[in-house]
């Protein structure tokens, strides 16, 4: 496709809520919506308790010693003031696009509220998306602005985007942490770090009524489903009632939102443990790109005048370090990363004191083995919890489903999840289509596209994704699987389904049909090949089964539901006849 001609238009976004009135007085009532944002709760705790760790991170790729870093709120409130003024004199206006594809930094955290406190609409993209995914994402978004690695685990992350950028008429800049010469990309370190824009003319006019919560304020491009992707439009109030729902986002009084005087110093790296505070120190292991760990890592600990911890590379030793040494108090994670850290924990123990609850889930529920053990080990209440990009994390587990969280309504049509509430996306969009409001089309229900039950009145458990979705945290595209798998010279026919994993949750399976039986493909070749041709690594099939031949219909469409049902009677690398159709 020539994303320059036939890229599909976003066109104006929604410039406010689109909720009812009497409906948003009531979220506001409940506490579930407020009127200032996340860039108040910055400088509110700056302003009060400067030296407070408003986030700790780990870099992976800094020599010993230096690998811990801590972002004071003092810092942190400069930063943002400095990072936005910098993006206002790129170019960046109020509703514009910004493009975050960076790792687990607290540069991405900082450049989030930075493009709050101008208005601006963040689209975080997963470190790990290579070209392809790239340029639809940028395509589909418009962003003006986009910032990159130089290199991210071998990649070279500016280079690609420089190769894009001719066919992104619409990206005015191009933003790299690091070497940014060999690109003629803006030098992140240089122009936005080390300049003191917020002292500059860019600066001078920075009303806080930019930053209400009630903007867009953050564009989720949910990939997944070959050119029918599209996008979820949140504001920070979207973002804030999920937190709100679960409580522990009363942040410690403080005088009324000012910048701290002075300028802050770059932030040091340390190997001294971040102080606890009283109001929570929350941890996640996921990418920062996503809603999950962007709620858990960054707006909670925020709203709550808190501290966000993460790392850029996962190692579960290195997650366990630092919920050790900043005594983190709350953790979500997937049950993929659990399983990860209950091993290390029992290889090597950590002191973990000081943790008070654990969040394990994502689209779907974890397995009852994994909870059971995490609740003997850590020795504190874990709870299974649901979320979507469509409303955020919207349930945790309640007996033996999961009760959503206050305001949150859900309703099962034809066993599809639907969900309405003051969490749940304004807007959301699809490839070749216009924005579409929530209330304005669907009187505030959104569609979810998981399939689920309903164990007792008032609670959900999602059994899986509905239709032809799947994926634990993110959407898998499993168009692109099948179409990559069916490219390759060993390979008849594919198909992509998921299944349940004992340990890890729900993860994608390849359902493949050698073109010779005598030399069937193996699964570490597979995965190589769909890398090759430019897939997310995040996205690869972990699972391979090979057939004699696909189950079809009397009109030869594919039959996955009857393959969904074969694989769980399977234990995956247990002999088994080879079935010509699977049943």
């Not at 990418?287 to 709550?304: E, K």
């Not at 505030?444 to 596209?449: H, P, S, V």
């Amino acid at each position: 496709m020539d994303v320059t001609t036939d890229a599909p238009r976003l066109g104006p976004l929604p410039a406010g809520s689109s909720v009812p009135p009497r409906v948003a007085e009531r979220w506001r009532a409940a506490g579930l919506w407020r009127a200032e944002g996340f860039v108040h709760d910055v400088l509110r705790t700056a302003a009060a308790h400067p030296d407070r760790p408003a986030f700790v991170g780990h870099r992976a790729n800094r020599p010993e010693g230096r690998r811990t870093v801590i972002v004071s709120y003092a810092q942190l409130a400069v930063y943002v003031d400095r990072f936005a003024a910098a993006l206002r004199s790129l170019g960046v206006t109020e509703g514009d696009p910004v493009a975050l594809h960076l790792p687990n930094w607290w540069e991405a955290a900082a450049l989030t509220l930075a493009c709050w406190r101008i208005g601006a609409v963040v689209v975080p993209v997963l470190p790990g998306v290579r070209a392809p995914d790239l340029e639809r994402i940028l395509a589909a978004t418009q962003a003006r602005v986009c910032v990159v690695p130089d290199r991210w685990e071998e990649y070279g992350n500016a280079e690609v985007l420089a190769e894009l950028a001719h066919r992104l008429p619409w990206l005015r800049r191009r933003v790299v942490v690091g070497d940014a010469g060999a690109t003629g990309a803006v030098d992140f370190d240089a122009y936005f770090l080390r300049t003191a824009h917020e002292r500059g003319p860019h600066a001078r006019d920075l009303p806080l009524s930019l930053a209400s919560p009630d903007r867009p304020a953050l564009l989720l491009t949910v990939m997944g489903m070959g050119e029918d992707h599209g996008a979820l439009l949140h504001t920070g109030n979207t973002l804030y009632a999920g937190l709100a729902a679960q409580g522990g986002t009363k942040a410690t009084a403080a005088p009324e939102p000012g910048r701290p005087d002075g300028t802050a110093a770059a932030p040091e790296a340390s190997t001294a443990p971040a102080a606890s505070t009283p109001a929570g120190v929350f941890a996640s292991p996921l990418p920062l790109a996503s809603l999950a760990a962007l709620l858990y890592a960054v707006c909670w600990p925020i709203a709550a005048g808190g501290t966000g911890v993460f790392l850029d590379v996962w190692d579960p030793r290195v997650f366990l370090g630092l919920m050790e040494s900043a005594r983190v108090d709350r953790v979500y994670a997937t049950p993929a990363h659990w399983a990860e850290l209950l091993a290390a924990q029992r290889q090597e123990p950590r002191d973990l004191s000081g943790l008070r609850t654990a969040l394990t889930g994502g689209r779907v529920g974890t397995p009852e083995p994994l909870l059971d053990a995490l609740r003997e080990e850590l020795g504190v209440p874990v709870h299974s919890a649901w979320g979507a990009p469509e409303a955020g994390l919207g349930a945790l587990s309640q007996g033996s489903g999961e009760q959503p969280l206050p305001g949150l309504e859900v309703a099962l049509a034809e066993g599809r999840l639907r969900v309405r509430g003051p969490s749940v996306a304004l807007a959301s969009w699809r490839h070749g289509g216009a924005v579409e409001g929530t209330w304005e089309r669907w009187e505030g229900w959104l569609d979810t596209g998981d399939a689920a039950t309903s164990p007792r009145p008032g609670e959900v458990t999602v059994v899986r994704r509905a239709d032809d979705r799947t994926g634990g945290l993110f959407v898998v595209p499993v168009d692109e699987l099948e179409e990559g798998l069916r490219a390759h010279p060993r390979v008849r026919e594919a198909a992509v389904v998921e299944y349940t994993d004992a340990t890890y949750g729900e993860m994608p399976c390849a359902v493949v049909v050698p073109a010779l039986q005598e030399e069937p493909p193996g699964l570490v070749e597979l995965r190589d090949h769909l890398a090759r041709r430019g897939l997310t690594e995040a996205f690869l099939p972990t699972r391979l089964e090979l057939v004699g031949s696909l189950p079809r219909d009397p009109n030869g469409e594919l039959r996955k539901e009857a393959l969904r049902t074969w694989l769980t009677r399977l234990r995956p690398g247990t002999p088994r006849p080879r079935p010509e159709t699977p049943a």
